[in-house]
């Protein structure tokens, strides 16, 4: 579904990502963990268009996408759901995911009113909240709508980055939940960043570990529970109890 080969990002003059290379396979969900300033976000701005690479290629489905405008790459099937939520405060949440909807240019006023629905069905709270702004909405109503917005793009692969980020662990499960959902239910083929390795490590089916911008280590959760260096420098004591979770 989605392959990245040997990319290389820079910002400004510090290379960030050192010929990072991932395969995502249809209808599965990979996490990306690593420390902070790791290369992660660098990574899925790269894949979504929004930071330029300079060589390797990234491919949807056999076709490159690298080199394409960030819009471009929404309409090609690729969404993201960026760090820190990035709704549009000063817009309803009904406005926020029309707009999730812009990309397919010419679609049907009624198929976007299905997708809603979807999105609604997946995320109960928003239902009775369509008509407040987005400004108004607590930090796991953002994250919902973020996540909302993103599938309004009906895309074939959905970036999420930090998922979890400062939410309240209940409001997290419930997330993680929902993602498995899509996966399950509707097919969707999902890449997360995730700085909490244990919330990406239960719903994950494959896990890859970043370092100073190059790829460490890969596998499932068991696999990466069973390298004792892995689990003493990204996932502290007590991690491998996971395995038997």
Partial sequence: MLRVE??????????VLHEVSLAVNPGE????????GAGKSTLMGSISGLYPIQSGQILL???????????QVVGRGISLVPEGRQVFYGLTVRENLVL?????????VDEVRADIEMVLDLFPPL?????????YLSGGEQQMLAVGRGLMGRPRVLLIDELSLGL????VQDLLKTMVRLRDERGTTILMVEQ????????ADRCLVLERGQVVAQGTSQELLADPRLEAAYLGKGYRALAAE
């Fill in 61 to 71: 489905e056999g076709k490159p996408v690298h080199g394409l405008s960030a819009e």
């Fill in 29 to 36: 969900i990979v996490a990306i963990i690593g420390a902070n």
């Fill in 100 to 108: 999730g909807a812009y990309p397919r240019r010419g679609v049907r």
């Fill in 196 to 203: 909490n390795a244990r919330a990406a490590m239960k719903v």
């Fill in 127 to 135: 239902r009775n909240l369509l008509g407040r702004l987005a400004g």
């Fill in 168 to 171: 309240a662990p209940l409001v």
């Fill in 6 to 15: 040997r990319i290389c990002t820079s910002h400004g003059r510090v290379q």
